[in-house]
């Protein structure tokens, strides 16, 4: 109880502390200083027309837009004297600079003019440029320089788009083109890029895809332009088709009386339900064999009414105007048989099939969603047909198709690229990683070595077949291969030394190698004159082939001239010496050649007689052959021994054969300008 009555006394004497003082009585001060009163701020309509007024009288200046964006926009925005705005400051200048712009462009419909031409004055001095354009510079500027939002441009262009007609569109979108490199800056691009699409979306809508086709284009291109390449926002990562591009033909036969081939008619543009969305041919085999069926009636069709390339069909098609396109197909029975008769109209659906090839033919990620190996084989055939009859189709069908297997070429690299979830393009060099980090998980096994070679084989039809064919490793030839060279040799091309082939390594490296295997003469100049005399003399200027090859032919014939009598003189003093020698050598021989075959030995030594050796000499090389002369004959039917010469009867004789044989020899290689070690040993056959 004790504690109780002490809890609640110490509740009463806070609640006492807690309560109101006693009121104190009203005392006057007669010398109080006023207080300062919170600061009256203008409405908002007055601030919104003194920017409307600021900014009238700058673009009624003429003066370009760096000498009165900045004075306008710190004299619209008194008492503020800043030269970068703040959030709500930038929303005031905003809302009054759309006002104008409304007011702008009402004054150029009233006035009957052009809403970019408004206000153009045609004195000399003036620079052309209408009010509303001269608005768009002075924003401009001030969102480069970064006195206000960057967006706030974008803003605008977006409100004069809509307020504006079709013809005046064309002018303000004549005007985005001319500042895309300024409104492409990192700087406004971020701010304005998501209203940039949406303008331009909004135009594509609002345009006639018939009518309107250049300037539709003008806009995609814009946009591919203007957007990076990896915008995810341009790309159709799903590969959703348009199947609302519907082509509607005649379903039943019409009483005209023209005779044409209805069911013809009906099979041809059947086609193009397909060709709107070719992903239900991978899904549903029927649609793939009622395709098939039908693409080949058409293609014999084709065939069998050949276009002939005469000259009135390519002069019209050379004359005809460029600015009418055709982006809807005419579907009335009564034109089947002119259409048939036009090469343009051929074309447009023998692209159209080699397109739907080259999807059904794109590789996939995984093995289910591709098509099958007999889908495969028949798309293959199909697509040979095709381009035989794109060949065929005048005028210029070669280079035609040429052309569209390199763009479907290119567009493949855009597949590959799509599938893989569109990575960007740019790669940066990344630090190395600290020694003190985790170790590294395993890398991944792939079947060739890395992700990229399993891929490839993945993606490819027929890697066994690719590898062998003979077409995948093609040598130039070597006129072809210098022919960039010997351009550059001429000095009445012009081309600077610095872009001369002859500086390109790799480009002199690889021509050696192919000159060596196909001009070995031109190979062998490299080392006397350089890189430019491996070049075929055909293909060389005059000036530089007589240069090159002048002194090259000279050297060339005094050594072909000195080899010829090099090879006379050989020739004409070996024939007597070889038969003498047999003469001598040959046991068998008549006796009565003994007599010449010595009158030619002596002949031949005579000449030689400085070269001959002496007596001496021919007793010391005797010595040296280790040949012994007191030696019976051997016995008859045992092979000769070493150092026995047949038919000499005594060693006198055998002594005196040595000494011609040794003279002999010794002449020899003097003669043929060779060296010529002595024989050892000698073994002769009888």
Not at 96 to 108: I, S, Y
Not at 237 to 249: D, H, L, R
Not at 330 to 348: C, H
Not at 519 to 547: M, N, Q, Y
Request: net charge negative; glycine share 6%.
């Amino acid at each position: 109880k004790e504690g109780r009555k002490e809890g609640r006394a110490e509740t009463e004497r806070r609640h006492l502390a807690m309560a109101d003082p006693p009121h104190q009585p009203l005392r006057i001060h007669l010398n109080q200083p006023p207080r300062e009163r919170p600061p009256v701020h203008i409405s908002c309509h007055a601030e919104r027309d003194r920017v409307l007024e600021v900014f009238r009288e700058a673009i009624s200046r003429n003066a370009p837009a760096s000498a009165v964006a900045v004075p306008a926009m710190q004299e619209a925005m008194k008492p503020q004297k800043q030269t970068v705005l703040v959030q709500d400051e930038n929303q005031l200048l905003e809302n009054g600079l759309r006002t104008l712009l409304e007011e702008l462009v009402g004054a150029a419909v009233d006035a009957g003019e052009p809403a970019m031409q408004h206000g153009r004055s045609v004195d000399e001095g003036n620079d052309g440029r209408g009010l509303i354009m001269r608005l768009l510079d002075i924003v401009l500027y001030l969102c480069e320089r970064g006195h206000v939002e960057g967006g706030m441009i974008f803003q605008l262009l977006e409100d004069l788009t809509e307020v504006s007609t079709m013809k005046d569109c064309k002018e303000v979108f004549g005007y985005i083109e001319s500042k895309q490199e300024i409104l492409g800056k990192p700087e406004l691009f971020g701010r304005g890029k998501l209203v940039m699409l949406r303008t331009c979306n909004q135009l594509l809508r609002r345009l006639s895809k018939a009518n309107d086709v250049v300037f539709c284009g003008r806009i995609l291109m814009f946009l591919a332009h203007f957007f990076p390449l990896s915008e995810r926002s341009a790309v159709n990562i799903k590969g959703v088709f348009n199947t609302s591009n519907e082509t509607k033909y005649e379903k039943e036969p019409t009483n005209d009386g023209l005779s044409i081939d209805f069911n013809f008619y009906k099979t041809f543009w059947s086609l193009q339900e397909h060709f709107s969305n070719p992903a239900t041919l991978l899904q549903n085999p029927l649609r793939w064999q009622a395709f098939s069926s039908s693409l080949e009636i058409v293609l014999d069709t084709f065939e069998a009414q050949p276009l002939g390339d005469d000259e009135e069909t390519s002069s019209h098609l050379d004359e005809r105007d460029n600015t009418i396109f055709d982006i809807k197909y005419l579907t009335s029975s009564k034109l089947m048989s002119l259409e048939l008769r036009d090469p343009n109209f051929r074309r447009y659906v023998l692209v159209q099939c080699l397109i739907i090839f080259d999807y059904l033919k794109t590789p996939v990620k995984t093995d289910k969603e591709g098509p099958r190996e007999t889908l495969r084989e028949e798309v293959r055939a199909r697509e040979v047909h095709v381009k035989k009859l794109l060949e065929s189709t005048p005028p210029k069908g070669v280079e035609f198709l040429a052309s569209i297997e390199h763009i479907l070429e290119r567009e493949q690299n855009w597949v590959w690229w799509k599938r893989d979830g569109c990575p960007p393009f740019e790669r940066f060099i990344s630090e190395k990683k600290a020694t003190h980090e985790l170790p590294k998980k395993r890398r991944a096994r792939w079947r060739l070595g890395n992700k990229e070679l399993s891929q490839l084989w993945k993606w490819a039809d027929q890697n066994p077949n690719a590898l062998t064919d003979p077409q995948r490793v093609k040598m130039p030839p070597v006129a072809e291969y210098w022919k960039p060279l010997a351009e550059d040799m001429d000095a009445m091309a012009g081309i600077e030394a610095e872009y001369h082939h002859k500086n390109n390594r790799v480009y002199c490296w690889k021509g050696l190698r192919f000159s060596a295997r196909q001009d070995l003469e031109g190979f062998s100049r490299f080392t006397e004159h350089g890189i430019e005399a491996v070049v075929p003399p055909e293909l060389l200027p005059p000036d530089v082939r007589a240069k090159l090859h002048k002194s090259g032919e000279k050297s060339k014939q005094r050594g072909a001239k000195k080899d010829e009598d090099v090879k006379g003189v050989i020739s004409h003093v070996e024939e007597p010496q070889v038969n003498g020698r047999v003469a001598v050598l040959d046991g068998t021989a008549p006796r009565d050649n003994d007599d010449a075959t010595a009158v030619e030995i002596d002949t031949v030594m005579a000449t030689n007689q400085s070269d001959a050796p002496t007596p001496e000499g021919s007793q010391k090389q005797l010595s040296e052959m280790d040949v012994p002369t007191d030696e019976p004959p051997s016995v008859a039917g045992s092979p000769p021994e070493l150092g026995h010469i047949s038919g000499a009867s005594s060693p006198d004789e055998c002594a005196a054969t040595r000494i011609h044989i040794t003279g002999l020899e010794s002449s020899l290689p003097r003669i043929t300008g060779e060296s010529k070690p002595p024989r050892k040993r000698t073994q002769l056959d009888p």
